[in-house]
């Protein structure tokens, strides 16, 4: 790898497309562009959505979404991969073979499953394809409370329940995992990045905000733009999540429901 790929941070995303822009691979795109990297794509389905929700869902073929991949990977190339919406498990079977393909290669998984309007992404069928196929795969997995509750069997009211949950992660093979805390009650909210060798904690006030569509995508995007860039895991998630923090502080206010981030709010006077 080149010094100047490096410097770019070349991150391939395989994941759904937002109409309304404030999630999936638009934000994603927003997100890796923001932090200097460079945001090429898969797309594995088209969504119809906008802030009050998702009214449909077009996937995209799985030989369409491996060619777009390989594309990408034998001309560009990649220095990470991001991994978001995939719809069913045939797609996370087909979205696996490209992680394998590109092994060398740290992949962050979004574990996505449920629209922020409350529409399932994921068909049950899935999860246990998610699970014995992509978790093992993630150099970091990022689900939320909810996701992780469906990928482990236990709950996550707390921070205790972060910290089994993310155990047992682990132990399905992801080599880091950061659980966030936004579903976990209270007036703080603490992400919590766990790997064999210890954890960290990423805290801040809850912020009273109804924008908060696409803080799963952007965060996970914005984790896997640092680790192309050559970021230590860490150094990588703080940076994501200080971004995310400023992005819903600077949302634009636009549409009626779970509103987007303020991706571009570093640019704004």
């Known amino acids: 790898m080149s010094s100047t790929s490096a410097s770019q941070g070349r991150v391939l995303i395989l994941a759904g497309s937002d109409s309304g822009g404030g999630a ?16 090429a794509t898969a797309i594995t389905a088209v969504t119809v959505q906008n802030t009050l929700g998702v009214t449909g869902v077009h996937p995209v073929p799985v030989d369409i979404v491996q060619a777009q991949a390989r594309a990408v990977l034998s001309d560009i190339g990649a220095d990470a991969l991001k991994t978001g919406m995939l719809g069913d498990a045939a797609m996370v079977e ?12 740290p992949a962050v998984v979004d574990p996505v499953m449920v629209a922020k309007g409350g529409a399932a992404l994921l068909p049950d069928a899935a999860v246990e394809a998610v699970r014995r196929l992509m978790v093992p795969r993630a150099a970091l997995l990022t689900p939320n409370a909810p996701e992780a509750e469906v990928l482990t069997g236990l709950p996550v009211a707390d921070a205790d329940g972060q910290r089994r949950a993310g155990e047992a992660l682990l132990a399905l093979g992801a080599r880091a995992v950061l659980m966030k805390g936004g579903h976990v009650p209270g007036e703080r909210v603490v992400d919590l990045l766990m790997t064999p060798q210890g954890e960290t904690a990423f805290e801040a006030e809850r912020q009273a905000t109804r924008h908060t569509h696409g803080t799963g995508c952007t965060l996970a995007s914005a984790c896997a733009a640092g680790l ?7 150094e990588a998630v703080a ?17 009626g429901g779970h509103g987007p981030l303020g991706h571009n709010w570093s640019l704004r006077p």
């Open 239 to 255: 940076q994501a999540w200080a971004y995310v923090q400023e992005a819903m502080a600077h949302a634009p206010g636009l549409g």
């Open 24 to 39: 999936g691979i638009q934000a994603d795109i927003k997100a890796v562009t923001m932090l200097g990297g460079y945001a």
């Open 94 to 105: 087909a979205v696996a073979q490209i992680l394998d393909e590109a092994a060398d290669l």
């Open 228 to 234: 192309a860039q050559g970021l230590s895991l860490t």
